[in-house]
């Protein structure tokens, strides 16, 4: 009997390394406000503007699509439950029902959190900070999340870094805008032969698709682009459904960009989490 306890025990020991093994770190990232999650006042919250002030975590994976996360500072696991509010901090010493979370996929790159000790799904910006609190019955906007490798980010920040705006300073062709389910898409022949981009030293853009010009202001400096958030724009209907995602697609290229890099003559805007939103090619 001891030596199937002891073989018990030695088994559970073997998985549990396997399982650390298997850990993964990464940055969590709200798809709704693109903001990575950090630790505000004791819980995690989807607060950091970059990668450089987020939290890391280690993903455990566990049976089946069940995950576990571990704070990389403490060594400690995330738990859901904190208080009333069900709210997420690490603190916990080990992996329980409040601290394992089934991951669900969404929309082929984005996943969703759903708490297994109460079933529900977590979800970013519950208060002021954007708290991250296991309370939604559903997964829709503020319940999505990216997974950001450090490493990944790591090596975009490398990638991203020397470039200041008296760098790209000209007028380009944009050639692709990423489309609303993430992926870069080549403009067609016809649309791409009249959209236009215009870069000044003061950092004003000027864009077009071909129908409405858009227009806003950019700060560039070491890679890392800052937009102003607003983008004016003409309010013609434009001639088709194509036109009309690409202008949504050059919006959110103009004011959810955080890096840039440039390869020749070639500019590529991309999110905090290295994600491609446009490329333009200098004329």
């Given at each position: 009997m001891?030596?199937?306890?002891r073989?018990?025990?030695?088994?559970?020991?073997l998985?549990?390394?396997?399982?650390?093994?298997k850990?993964?770190?990464?940055?969590?990232q709200s798809?709704?406000?693109?903001?990575?999650?950090?630790?505000v006042?004791?819980?995690?919250?989807?607060?950091?503007?970059?990668?450089?002030?987020?939290?890391?975590l280690?993903?455990?994976?566990?049976?089946?699509n069940r995950?576990?996360?571990?704070?990389s500072?403490?060594?400690?696991?995330?738990?859901?439950?904190?208080?009333?509010?069900?709210f997420?901090?690490?603190?916990?010493?080990?992996?329980?029902?409040w601290?394992?979370?089934?991951v669900m996929g969404?929309?082929?790159?984005?996943?969703?959190?759903?708490?297994?000790?109460?079933?529900?799904?977590?979800?970013?910006?519950?208060g002021?900070?954007?708290?991250?609190a296991?309370?939604?019955?559903?997964?829709?906007?503020?319940?999505?999340f990216?997974?950001?490798?450090v490493?990944?980010?790591?090596?975009?920040?490398?990638?991203?870094?020397?470039?200041?705006?008296?760098?790209?300073?000209?007028?380009?062709?944009?050639?692709?805008?990423?489309?609303?389910?993430?992926?870069?898409v080549?403009?067609?022949q016809?649309?791409?032969?009249?959209?236009?981009l215009?870069?000044?030293?003061?950092?004003?853009?000027?864009?077009?698709?071909?129908?409405?010009?858009?227009?806003?202001r950019?700060?560039?400096?070491?890679?890392?682009v800052?937009?102003d958030?607003?983008?004016?724009?003409?309010?013609?209907?434009?001639?088709?459904?194509?036109?009309?995602?690409?202008?949504d697609?050059?919006?959110?290229?103009?004011?959810t960009?955080?890096?840039?890099?440039?390869?020749g003559?070639?500019?590529t805007?991309?999110?905090a989490?290295?994600?491609?939103?446009?490329?333009?090619?200098?004329?």
């Amino acid at each position: 009997m001891k030596n199937l306890v002891r073989s018990c025990l030695a088994l559970g020991f073997l998985l549990a390394a396997q399982a650390m093994a298997k850990a993964e770190e990464i940055y969590l990232q709200s798809v709704q406000s693109g903001k990575y999650v950090t630790i505000v006042g004791g819980t995690l919250a989807a607060a950091a503007t970059d990668a450089r002030s987020a939290s890391r975590l280690d993903t455990v994976r566990l049976e089946g699509n069940r995950i576990a996360f571990r704070d990389s500072a403490t060594g400690s696991f995330v738990r859901a439950g904190v208080g009333q509010g069900t709210f997420l901090a690490a603190g916990s010493p080990h992996i329980r029902g409040w601290e394992t979370f089934e991951v669900m996929g969404v929309n082929g790159r984005d996943v969703a959190l759903r708490s297994v000790q109460n079933g529900k799904f977590v979800r970013a910006g519950v208060g002021k900070r954007s708290h991250l609190a296991a309370v939604s019955e559903r997964a829709s906007g503020w319940e999505t999340f990216r997974f950001v490798e450090v490493r990944a980010a790591q090596q975009n920040e490398a990638q991203a870094g020397g470039v200041d705006l008296g760098d790209i300073v000209g007028n380009y062709r944009i050639t692709h805008i990423a489309a609303d389910n993430g992926f870069l898409v080549q403009l067609g022949q016809q649309m791409a032969a009249r959209a236009r981009l215009g870069l000044d030293d003061r950092g004003r853009v000027s864009a077009t698709i071909g129908c409405n010009s858009h227009s806003t202001r950019i700060s560039v400096r070491n890679g890392r682009v800052q937009p102003d958030g607003q983008v004016m724009q003409t309010k013609m209907r434009c001639a088709g459904q194509g036109e009309t995602a690409a202008e949504d697609g050059l919006r959110r290229a103009l004011t959810t960009s955080r890096l840039i890099v440039r390869e020749g003559r070639t500019v590529t805007f991309k999110a905090a989490n290295g994600a491609e939103l446009m490329k333009i090619r200098r004329m």
